[in-house]
């Protein structure tokens, strides 16, 4: 066997690292299900429950024209429903991206992660097979809670066209391998998965509601207005929206890619960096 076929290629390892989590998901049809589940309950209950546009055009003594307007001045589109199903792709991303940590963990504590040091793979090919695997899955996901969004009423922007969805999947690419970077650098030496599941809960709430993915961040006071101009998720749901429900602003666009690739690569190599450091037996 050649050597760039043999072991010690290190895409042969990433790729069979990556398709070992995945198998573990796409083999559970239960798990996909119940993964966006969680969105759509959202999206179905409170996305439709929460009708602020029903609100102002229900008041007789507010005209029409008045209510439409005053929706897309704070909403960017008269449609809640269509700003709320976007910040559910952000949902959807954070929620996958959580469980990347939590799968080192329990690779450890099963004896897995010691059989995978002792082969020739790279610790590095380690860490970003997590991150591929959990992009991936929040892609799929992603893709999902899109087209349900559609059928339940989603309305796109003036802007839209088809390949605006190619710019969707690179933003949650991008948010997906920056958040799976962070839990992968707080499960990297743990070795208990409560203490895992207890970051995971303590961050799950504040990084949704501390993002503009249910509410415009020009409505909360001015401390929180500084935390979510640092969330990652703010840009994320902004760019997505920027794509599918706004009159794009095209250097929004580019202020938002920038944002989430810069994210993106920074952790990554922070992720990476710890990993030849703190990745052991």
Known sequence: MSQANGPSNPFHGLWALTNRDLKKWYKEPFQLFMSILQPILWMGLFGKAMNIGAIFAGNPNIPPQLAELLMTKTFGTSDYFSYMAVGMLSFVSLFTTMFSGMSIVWDRRFGILDKILSTPVARSVIVFSKLLSATVRSMVQAGVVLVIAVILGLKVGPSFTPLNIVG??????????????????????????????????????????????????????????????????????????????????????????????VFAVVFATIGIILSWKFLSK
Not at 185 to 206: D, K
Not at 217 to 224: A, E, G, K, N, Y
Not at 239 to 247: A, K, S, W
Request: proline content about 4%; glycine content about 4%; some cysteine.
């Open 168 to 261: 969707v999947f690179a933003i949650t690419f991008l948010i997906c391998i920056g958040l799976s970077s962070v839990f992968l650098m707080i499960g990297i030496r743990s070795t208990r998965w409560e203490t895992q599941m207890a970051v995971m809960n303590l961050l799950n709430l504040p990084l949704m509601f501390s993002s503009n993915s249910l509410f415009p961040i020009s409505t909360m006071p001015d401390w929180l207005q500084l935390i979510a101009k640092l969330n990652p998720l703010t840009y994320a749901s902004d760019g997505i929206r920027q794509l599918l429900v706004y009159q794009m602003d095209v250097s929004q666009l580019l202020a938002d890619f920038t944002y989430l690739g």
